[in-house]
């Protein structure tokens, strides 16, 4: 059973500059990360060479999962203060958000789509209404339900809301970069403990803060 996402503890932006999160993990003699990876056989060895149970992201969770009908898909665009947003919508609902062109049209759900990103953009809207197409899996659901329970213009820490799914911070990280609907489903709100922590849409870790600083959220930051 998935536990309840209000346990999370929503936070203000801390004051710290942008720093990737995988960066901030010390290199050891050998160049290679802190903390051990990945080997080639799916399990995870540990800072000593040790292998234990994998804690990242594995195929089953994004990458076997099944891949929608390109019919009735339409995809709508937008122009906003972090770039160029297009939405593809399949059977009236939100796919996927990525940055690039699309035409804006002018009724149905992908008219609304982009006036509530327009409203959201101009200030006018802290939550999404849009309808979003179901998760391919049941780790995308439950991790989407978490970050969408991050209230507007408050954030999260990749450990608190690992904590609150059942995986490692490492994996919720690689969980947020593999958001396929960004803004509206706010990966946005999840930063390091100690930094802001990575951000995989176009213009990087600025972008994230873009949007941190239109929610308010990014007022303690240098």
Same mark, same amino acid.
């Given at each position: 059973?998935?536990?309840?996402?209000?346990?999370?503890?929503?936070?203000?932006?801390?004051?710290?500059?942008?720093?990737?999160?995988?960066?901030?993990?010390?290199?050891?003699?050998?160049?290679?990360?802190?903390?051990?990876?990945?080997?080639?056989?799916?399990?995870?060895?540990?800072?000593?060479?040790?292998?234990?149970?994998?804690?990242?992201?594995?195929?089953?969770?994004?990458?076997?999962?099944?891949?929608?009908?390109?019919?009735?898909?339409?995809?709508?665009?937008?122009?906003?203060?972090?770039?160029?947003?297009?939405?593809?919508?399949?059977?009236?609902?939100?796919?996927?958000?990525?940055?690039?062109?699309?035409?804006?049209?002018?009724?149905?759900?992908?008219?609304?789509?982009?006036?509530?990103?327009?409203?959201?953009?101009?200030?006018?809207?802290?939550?999404?209404?849009?309808?979003?197409?179901?998760?391919?899996?049941?780790?995308?659901?439950?991790?989407?339900?978490?970050?969408?329970?991050?209230?507007?213009?408050?954030?999260?820490?990749?450990?608190?809301?690992?904590?609150?799914?059942?995986?490692?911070?490492?994996?919720? *990280?690689?969980?947020? $970069? #593999?958001?396929?609907?960004?803004?509206? @489903?706010?990966?946005? +709100?999840?930063?390091? %403990?100690? /930094? =802001? *922590?990575?951000?995989? $849409? #176009?213009?990087?870790?600025?972008?994230? @803060?873009?949007?941190? +600083?239109?929610?308010? %959220?990014? /007022? =303690?930051?240098?």
């Amino acid at each position: 059973m998935t536990p309840p996402v209000a346990a999370l503890r929503p936070r203000p932006v801390p004051r710290l500059a942008a720093v990737d999160a995988e960066r901030m993990r010390p290199r050891r003699a050998d160049g290679a990360r802190a903390g051990g990876g990945i080997n080639r056989s799916g399990d995870r060895a540990d800072g000593n060479g040790k292998r234990g149970t994998m804690d990242l992201i594995t195929d089953e969770s994004f990458e076997n999962a099944p891949v929608p009908p390109a019919e009735n898909s339409i995809r709508v665009g937008v122009e906003t203060a972090v770039g160029p947003l297009a939405a593809t919508l399949i059977d009236g609902g939100v796919e996927s958000i990525d940055w690039a062109r699309a035409p804006r049209p002018g009724r149905g759900v992908g008219a609304e789509v982009c006036g509530e990103l327009e409203a959201y953009f101009a200030g006018r809207l802290t939550r999404f209404e849009a309808p979003l197409r179901p998760g391919r899996t049941e780790f995308e659901r439950r991790f989407r339900a978490a970050m969408l329970a991050i209230p507007y213009g408050r954030t999260v820490t990749y450990g608190e809301i690992a904590e609150e799914v059942g995986i490692s911070p490492q994996a919720a *990280g690689q969980a947020c $970069g #593999a958001n396929r609907i960004p803004v509206i @489903v706010p990966c946005h +709100r999840v930063v390091a %403990a100690s /930094g =802001l *922590g990575g951000y995989s $849409g #176009a213009g990087g870790v600025e972008a994230k @803060v873009a949007l941190l +600083r239109l929610e308010g %959220a990014a /007022g =303690l930051l240098i």
